[in-house]
């Protein structure tokens, strides 16, 4: 199998030149190098040969406590120790306070190494901006600390049986009493529900607190550590990500702490999600990057057919051949680009409806490449790609999820083609976004306008919801085709600028 090898220089490219990182003061670019460059190592030498291994070894449920594939629990205790759950955290509770965009690119390498374990590690983050944001200085001073350490890790308790895609039907119930709060229920799919690689879990639960038919207002969001009063009953078993442990979880009058105000479990939640959806974009992302360099690497040395002049052919010198690799190259960099360009957004805070605008078209379309191009690979490969050997079925089938969980695709899309086009919505920023992006691309622009147009027509439609799909996909081209233009416009910075240019043409 191909080794494992970091996009590290292709991610600081993307974020220092592509996004406009540098525009901000906060960005020291050494200083992203440095980190990245540690953490591509440890992704590469310890937490990427342990990827195969989880797939073949499943996490496992013995005696009601998970147990982790070999290896895990070290590569953990060392990553632990290393600093790295502490990326993101502040200073003052241990943590090293780097920038969202560094810990984007480390979040990526990482997921690229193993989704499976970055899964159960990288809820981390937005559970510390999540405490930050709504927790007491007691809860911070307590949690922050222990999941920057590495000591306890987190989870997102959101599902349950009959309250998937629609949380206003959760009915795992929070009461308070003279004791405090306790919870009551089950969860179901909870990724790291538990796991042998800390001695503590963090649980953060959307309970309901008010009546049964309280809908959404009556959800709250609880801080629930692991107790006897919290039982895993079942793992699942799943077509991908098998080292990541999924659980179902009982509740059976579990001490609980409120976290924020009763009543305001979503809002709190979504400061959790928020940060989870281009984290899932960004696996996609790597998923893209993983499958291309496995099929780049394939196709530069496997001999089929001929050449004109009668020599031996390697497969990337087939035209249909080098379609499929380019496609998957420009996924990569493409959806890439999306995602930091909207982390860029974000850290300048000017605008927030761009960024609502923006984070879904990224789950949306960073979801999409990581399926597509592992599905180019494995057609790139043949035969040997529908094999396990070369590991392109590991990302195909590890890839899929990224389409469903974090608010499965259509539900996104159905938000960008209805609130996304509301006054206010974020559609005009997203215009002149595009607009700035697209330079002097004359095929951006008419693309644009042809855009507008469809925006228009769907704001007027009775009932846009059919056409939902076709334009949240649109809109993600667009946005996609923009980003290629800023590649071109900056690919004199990058090691291969002719290389760039050539993949731009197809869409500028
Ligand atoms: C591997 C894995 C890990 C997970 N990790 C977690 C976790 O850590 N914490 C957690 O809380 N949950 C987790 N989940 C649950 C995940 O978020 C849900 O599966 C997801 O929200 C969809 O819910 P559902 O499966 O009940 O599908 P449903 O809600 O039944 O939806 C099925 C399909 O119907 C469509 N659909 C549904 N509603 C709408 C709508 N309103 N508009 C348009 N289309 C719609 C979508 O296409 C969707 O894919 C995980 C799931 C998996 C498989």
């Not at 605008?351 to 605008?357: I, K, Q, V, Y």
């Amino acid at each position: 199998m191909t080794a494992f090898i970091a996009p590290t220089e292709d991610i600081l490219f993307s974020l220092h030149h592509v996004a406009g990182a540098s525009s901000l003061a906060s960005w020291d670019p050494e200083l992203a190098g440095d980190i990245l460059g540690h953490f591509a190592g440890f992704a590469e030498g310890v937490i990427a040969p342990l990827n195969a291994v989880g797939d073949r070894q499943h996490a496992q449920l013995v005696n009601g406590r998970v147990r982790m594939p070999d290896g895990f629990v070290a590569a953990y205790a060392q990553m632990a120790e290393d600093g790295w759950q502490g990326l993101t955290a502040p200073e003052a509770f241990g943590g090293m306070g780097a920038s969202p965009l560094i810990a984007a690119g480390v979040s990526e390498v990482f997921s690229g190494a193993n989704h499976a374990l970055q899964m159960v590690c990288n809820l981390v983050p937005g559970a510390i901006a999540t405490l930050m944001k709504y927790g007491t200085l007691a809860q911070q001073s307590e949690w922050i600390a222990k999941l920057a350490s590495g000591a306890a890790l987190s989870t997102m308790c959101l599902t349950e049986a009959q309250a998937g895609s629609d949380l206003s039907a959760i009915r795992c119930r929070a009461e308070n009493s003279d004791e405090g709060w306790r919870i009551t229920g089950e969860k179901i799919f909870i990724s790291g529900g538990d796991q042998d690689m800390t001695a503590e879990i963090l649980h953060l639960v959307l309970a309901r607190s008010g009546p049964a038919d309280s809908g959404m207002k009556g959800l709250s969001l609880y801080l629930c550590p692991a107790q006897p009063g919290v039982s895993v009953t079942r793992i699942e078993e799943k077509m991908g990500l098998h080292a990541s442990p999924t659980c179902q979880l009982r509740f059976d009058g579990a001490k609980a702490e409120l976290i924020g105000t009763e009543g305001q479990g979503l809002q709190a939640m979504f400061t959790l999600m928020n940060h989870a959806r281009i984290d899932v974009a960004l696996q996609g992302v790597a998923h893209a990057s993983r499958a291309a360099d496995i099929a780049a690497a394939y196709a530069a040395e496997r001999v089929q057919g001929r050449l004109s002049d009668g020599s031996p052919a390697l497969l990337h010198h087939h035209a249909d051949v080098q379609r499929m690799l380019d496609d998957q190259r420009r996924l990569a960099l493409g959806a890439r680009a999306m995602c930091h360009i909207a982390l860029v957004a974000l850290e300048t805070g000017d605008s927030p409806a761009l960024c609502d605008f923006l984070t879904p078209l990224c789950k949306v379309f960073g979801s999409q490449a990581g399926i597509r191009a592992a599905d180019l690979g494995i057609q790139i490969l043949g035969g040997y790609g529908y094999l396990t050997e070369y590991g392109l079925d590991q990302i195909w089938r590890d890839a899929r999820i990224c389409a469903i969980y974090e608010g499965a695709n259509g539900i996104h899309e159905r938000n960008i083609a209805t609130r996304g086009l509301r006054p206010g919505g974020g559609a005009d920023e997203f215009a002149g976004l595009v607009t700035e992006l697209a330079g002097g691309s004359k095929t951006v622009l008419e693309r644009l306008a042809d855009w507008q147009i469809w925006r228009s027509a769907m704001t007027q439609a009775s009932d846009p919801l059919p056409q939902a799909h076709a334009f949240a996909q649109e809109t993600a081209n667009l946005f996609f085709a923009a980003a290629w233009a800023r590649i071109d416009a900056v690919a004199d910075n990058h090691q291969t600028p002719q290389e760039l240019k050539r993949l731009a043409l197809a869409l500028i």
